[in-house]
């Protein structure tokens, strides 16, 4: 539902099932793996730009196909409600900063001897900031 709201758009969220015999050979009758791999889990649905579920509905236990008409003014509809571009944004309460310095995505720590860590703000401001 959230990927609808958020990209003004419809989704269709397919999920696998979990069947009894799928738990048994999973969890060997290990009541905390089953647990954390219930039976069923579906739960497959079209969502709409506004977020809500629309057309066909499945039980969480149930396989099948789901089905929805579409109306394709939503997507207007809810891109105009919505502001992602910050239009209405909060400067004093959010902002974002890019550091545009390279910076390497992989370092070796086998000798910590040259390494040397290099901030443009203290620490102690950033924990001062964060109190």
Do not use: W
């Not at 969220?13 to 069947?19: E, G, K, Q, T």
């Amino acid at each position: 539902m959230l990927y609808a709201v958020e990209g003004s758009c419809f989704v269709v969220a397919a999920c696998a099932l979990v069947s009894k015999e799928q738990q048994d050979m999973l969890c060997e009758g290990d009541p905390q793996r089953e647990a954390l791999c219930p039976v069923g889990g579906g739960y497959t649905k079209i969502y709409a730009p506004d977020g809500q579920s629309i057309g066909t509905e499945l039980a969480d236990t149930e396989e099948g196909i789901v089905y929805a008409d579409v109306d394709l003014s939503m997507i207007a509809y809810a891109k105009a409600a919505a502001d992602p571009a910050g239009h209405y944004s909060r400067p004093d309460v959010t902002r974002l900063l890019l550091n545009s310095k390279p910076q390497r995505p992989v370092m070796q720590f086998d000798d910590t001897s040259g390494i040397e860590v290099v901030a443009d703000t203290p620490a102690a401001e950033i924990v001062e900031a964060a109190e």
